[in-house]
């Protein structure tokens, strides 16, 4: 609808606003400059372009707010983002700029050569809306300020903020706005390598039906933060989506650990686009620099919806935390055999272990059975233990693989050599594990003892007396990944981030049933201080008293390996499962050893004086190994045996390479 006026000066001088009162002042005094200017001929516009400029503005008709057509999905978006007439307004003319090329013209012969600029938009949108030019250009101020709406969704982008005064900038819709405006609903494609549009639909898994409607009730009341607590593998994926469903809402699925920071705002703008709600996996590795966490702060308020996220977040929003817990074992087994297809090459008893052995919950479970089927299904063989081993080491090996190496290990225990009662140790921690399931589970302990059921175990001693390979052998014989912590990728300068890196390890290894091995973990276990001096030392104390939690509250199975027992903090020493104590190998040992690392295909000279070479070399078992395999070289470039002086040499070297002074003495 148009309203006529009265145009001219006539009018102005009647309605004029007092507001305007700047106005006039300022086009007084530019008027005196132009005259001043065009008195000596410095003017380079026409006469009558000069002239025009300097007539009052007055819109010839006003502009009232019009109704789009409701079902349209302009009209739509208006009533989602709530925006007001003189915003829908330009939102209009800037989409007509971009669809229609006699629109595109016009702009341009308004002055909008390369794309519209702010005056232009000021004179065919707001100007026409009030009297008063100061009304008219609070409203184009307010529509387009920093922290309007659609700047902060980067609906709209100005371009020459920092260079050109503001009526000079020139302003676009965003592609994205322009696509889905013309009904072009797809998912972003700056988005697909990180985020997931979920439709609603029903969720195929036996999820707790309390917990889905505590998440959706933490929904319904909007402008919060859900954190959703639990291990990797619980289903708190799950529960959001079906939480999702039950509300008729999309759900929008950002990876926090691929998500590009720069990309936040853009995911967020997604999600009112979709009208979905948020669910963000890894919050705190997307969270991680603060300016992330600004990104999204600026972000919450314009979008209300509550967000839920794992991992933890500070935020100003109220935050409601939920459980998702891990079933107990039948519960597991119950879950297994609901996901498994009904023939596998697997027994009951296989099954029963399965679901003791991995920690996982109903996400977890139906993850790992839909690889452990395609596996199969690719090697056209019936199912079984290995393919889901092989599927859940695929699911947690990428959280253990940034700090961590799986080893492979080919060593047998024949070819420990370690004192009975050492033995005997060792074969006592092997039984923890294998038979945790019976003991904790049906027998009753877990419930008991509560809190700390995994095995975590501390192998003090020298240098080379066989705690890295121990670990390995009892890996090995329980059918567990070995994973080897690089202290090197768990230490950061950051912090925080070294405690999150740890946390990262022991979540995967609890879940995924690998073994973690921490060798040579003073920097991480070592005592406390209570003179604290300095930066370091109190992000030393703060990573040993993550440790002392975690550790309480560990249900994996970790060793960690020192040559000085005395460095490892006391409190964490008693929070230890098992305590072994490797000593220094004395003669006979070493002897055993000589005898058990020369395999039995090697050439050996007649007289090889193995005897004699433990006697005279006091050597650890490590140490004996790298002297028989250069020795070993040594033999094998002369083209002959393994003789006693090729030994004697080769443990020479290894004596010179150590700093040693002379040969014979105590080698750890």
């Known amino acids: 609808m148009l309203t006529a006026v009265e145009p001219g000066n006539a009018f102005l001088a009647k309605r004029r606003d007092p507001a305007d009162d700047y106005l ?188 889905v409607e505590r998440v959706a009730a933490a929904i319904r009341q909007r402008d919060r933060v859900l954190v959703l607590r639990g291990a990797r593998g619980s289903g708190r994926e799950l529960v959001m989506r079906a939480a999702a469903h039950r509300l008729g809402r999309s759900l929008l699925v950002i990876d926090g650990r691929r998500l590009p920071p720069a990309s936040l705002v853009v995911a967020l703008r997604e999600a009112v686009l979709q009208r979905a709600l948020v669910f963000v996996r890894d919050a705190d590795e997307l969270f991680a620099m603060p300016e992330t966490r600004q990104r999204f702060a600026e972000t919450l308020g314009v979008a209300h919806d509550t967000i839920a996220i794992t991992g933890s977040l500070a935020t100003s929003r109220p935050i409601v935390e939920i459980e998702i817990p891990v079933p107990a074992r039948d519960a597991r087994l119950a879950l297994w055999r609901a996901f498994l297809p009904e023939q596998t090459s697997m027994t009951k008893r296989e099954l029963r272990e399965v679901a003791g052995i991995y920690n996982l919950g109903v996400g977890g479970i139906s993850a790992a059975c839909k690889l452990a089927r395609e596996a199969a299904t690719i090697s056209e063989a019936m199912l079984s233990r290995t393919h889901i081993a092989s599927a859940v080491r695929r699911m947690f090996e990428g959280d253990l693989a940034t700090v961590a190496t799986r080893v492979e290990v080919s060593q047998e225990w024949s070819d420990l050599v370690l004192p009975d009662e050492v033995m005997a140790s060792i074969r006592g921690v092997t039984d923890r594990i294998a038979y945790r399931n019976e003991v904790l589970g049906d027998w009753g302990f877990a419930r008991k003892l509560g809190k700390g059921l995994g095995l975590t175990m501390l192998f003090s001693g020298p240098p080379g007396t066989g705690k890295s390979m121990v670990a390995g052998l009892i890996a090995r014989e329980l059918g567990l990944d070995l994973y080897v912590i690089d202290l090197s990728r768990i230490a950061s300068k950051w912090i925080g981030e070294t405690e999150k890196n740890l946390a990262r390890a022991f979540d995967a290894a609890e879940a995924g049933h690998a073994m973690l091995l921490f060798d040579e973990a003073d920097s991480v276990l070592g005592k406390r201080t209570t003179d604290v001096r300095s930066s370091n030392d109190r992000n030393a104390n703060l990573e040993t008293n993550f440790i002392l939690a975690r550790l309480e509250q560990f249900q994996g199975i970790a060793a960690f390996t020192t040559n000085i027992a005395s460095a490892i903090d006391p409190a964490i020493a008693r929070r230890m499962s098992a305590t072994v104590v490797f000593p220094f190998p004395d003669h006979e040992a070493r002897l055993e050893l000589w005898q058990r690392l020369i395999p039995a295909e090697a050439p050996v000279a007649p007289n090889l004086d193995l005897t004699g070479l433990a006697q005279r070399f006091e050597l650890s078992g490590g140490f004996i190994r790298n002297v028989v395999l250069r020795g070993a070289f040594l033999a094998a470039r002369e083209g002959a045996p393994i003789s006693t002086a090729h030994l004697e040499r080769a443990a020479r070297d290894e004596y010179g390479d150590r700093g040693a002074l002379s040969t014979g003495g105590r080698l750890s």
Not at 48 to 65: Q, S, Y
Not at 89 to 112: F, N, R, W, Y
Not at 174 to 196: H, I, K
């Open 24 to 211: 006039t002042r300022a086009r007084m005094l530019v008027e005196l400059a132009v005259n001043q200017r065009r008195s000596t001929g410095m003017l380079g516009a026409g006469q009558g372009t000069i002239d025009a400029l300097l007539r009052p503005a007055v819109p010839g008709v006003l502009v009232a707010d019009h109704d789009y057509l409701p079902g349209t999905p302009f009209a739509e978006l208006i009533r989602e983002l709530g925006l007001g007439s003189s915003t829908a307004d330009l939102l209009a003319v800037l989409l007509a700029s971009e669809t229609d090329p006699a629109i595109a013209q016009l702009l341009a012969h308004l002055g909008a050569t390369s794309a519209p600029t702010l005056d232009v938009l000021f004179d065919i949108v707001y100007r026409p809306r009030a009297i008063a030019h100061s009304q008219a250009a609070a409203m184009l101020h307010r529509d387009l300020a920093a922290d309007a709406l659609l700047r902060r969704l980067r609906l709209l982008h100005l371009d020459g903020v920092d260079s050109r005064p503001f009526l000079l900038q020139t302003i676009r819709i965003a592609p994205r706005l322009t696509s889905w405006l013309l009904g072009l609903r797809d998912l972003d494609p700056e988005l697909a390598a990180s985020v997931e549009l979920v439709a609603p639909q029903p969720v195929n898994a036996p999820l707790s039906v309390e917990i």
